[in-house]
């Protein structure tokens, strides 16, 4: 998949999953904020690709990582984490 492919796609990504979860998890907005940032620097050529891409690999490791966290006192991750992992593991090649 192209470079720019990525970026939009991990973007949407981080999108949806903040939508349908920051009313849960308000530290969420912040992270969503940072990667309409992004977005909008990359559609303006303020920012090459890569930078893009790790910037929002990033904003999704920082995602994980915290519902990692905060999941660790159950049993299991939940559904749109393990989705995320999954999403994250697939844009990491």
Do not use: W
Not at 18 to 40: M, N
Not at 62 to 70: D, L, N
């Amino acid at each position: 998949m192209p470079e720019k492919a990525r970026v939009v796609n991990l973007y949407r990504s981080i999108v949806v999953h903040v939508q349908t979860t920051a009313k849960r998890e308000p530290y969420l907005f912040s992270i969503g904020d940072a990667a309409e940032e992004v977005i909008k620097r990359f559609q303006e050529r303020q920012m090459e690709t890569k930078e893009a891409l790790k910037k929002l690999m990033d904003l999704a490791k920082k995602i994980a990582s915290s519902e990692a966290e905060r999941n660790s006192a159950y049993s299991g991750l939940c559904e749109r984490t393990t989705s995320l992992t999954i999403l994250l593991a697939c844009h990491e090649r």
